[in-house]
């Protein structure tokens, strides 16, 4: 027995530890490494299987996965070129609202030493689109319904003509609806002059303060721009206005009773001027802006 024993061990026989044989020289050498057919309980009596690759065994190289929270966002993700146009819209932006703030705040001040220097850039600058006032805070809404109606005597070959009244804020209310975008012409033009009229003048039509005669210009030249549009087929002598006030009806569901008849205002015939024509007043607006620039 002993000799067979011996000849099994000099290689004669099978093997004793076929498992050490069929490992990988790396894994041999490697210190506490299992083997992988280790895990069977039984040892098998089939054909050992071919050595592994040592490159299975070895952890394979990945490329790194990029982390959404370091690749850039926002201006940081674009390209040079448009993160320049980028930086100049931003900071053109900044401009603008600092000075927005900067003109309302020294619009709605006290007067000052700046305002006293730079009122009328601030003026232009506020007016009309960004106005201020209380009104937001204490809003006194509209009861009532005022109309600018006006009228002319004509002079044409035929002799004279009194023309029918012509609505003029009926003709801005139809510019503003359903307009996304009205113009402050047809929204404030004739309705702040109208008003700028009745404040100054009692309800004889009489100037009560220096504001007065300025405020029945401006009416007038706001009346003559409209007519101007229109061909009467002569020279416009005279114009007259009226206001036709009329409160507006209370709801369905409400029991109070309003009468909604018009009240009219009527104002005297007023001669028209050169300083009334549109024509004239563009022309003396050129002749200033020629004196202006000589100097």
Not at 105 to 112: D, E, G, I, T, Y
Request: glycine letters at 6%; one cysteine or more.
């Amino acid at each position: 027995m002993d000799s067979d024993h011996d000849r099994s061990s000099a290689g004669g026989g099978k093997d004793a530890w076929p498992q050490a044989l069929n490992r990988s020289a790396e894994v041999r050498d490697t210190p506490g490494a299992i083997p992988a057919d280790q895990a069977v309980t039984t040892p098998s009596t089939s054909t050992p299987s071919a050595p592994s690759c040592p490159a299975a065994l070895s952890p394979t190289p990945s490329s790194p996965v990029p982390d959404p929270s370091v690749t850039g966002r926002g201006i940081a993700g674009l390209s040079t070129p448009y993160q320049v146009v980028a930086a100049l819209a931003l900071s053109l932006i900044g401009l603008l609202a600092c000075t927005q703030v900067a003109m309302v705040f020294l619009h709605v001040a006290p007067s000052n030493t700046l305002t006293k220097e730079h009122g009328k850039t601030i003026d232009r600058w506020i007016y009309p689109e960004f106005e201020q006032n209380w009104k937001l805070f204490a809003p006194n809404p509209l009861q009532q319904n005022v109309a600018v109606h006006v009228r002319a005597e004509v002079v044409d070959a035929d002799g004279g003509r009194t023309t029918r009244w012509m609505n003029l804020t009926h003709e801005d209310a139809e510019g503003i609806r359903g307009n996304l975008f009205p113009s402050h012409v047809d929204q404030n033009e004739l309705r702040r002059g109208w008003d700028f009229y009745v404040n100054s003048h009692d309800s004889e039509n009489r100037p009560n303060g220096l504001r007065g005669d300025l405020s029945e210009r401006y009416v007038r030249r706001i009346a003559m721009l409209r007519l101007s549009e229109r061909d009467y087929g002569g020279t416009i002598e005279r114009i007259q206005l009226r206001s036709a006030t009329s409160s507006i009806a209370p709801p369905p569901w409400s029991t109070e009773k309003i009468s909604t008849r018009p009240v009219y205002r009527v104002l005297p015939w007023w001669t028209v001027t050169p300083d009334d024509l549109p024509e004239h007043a563009a022309e003396q607006s050129r002749d200033a802006a020629r004196a202006e620039a000589d100097q």
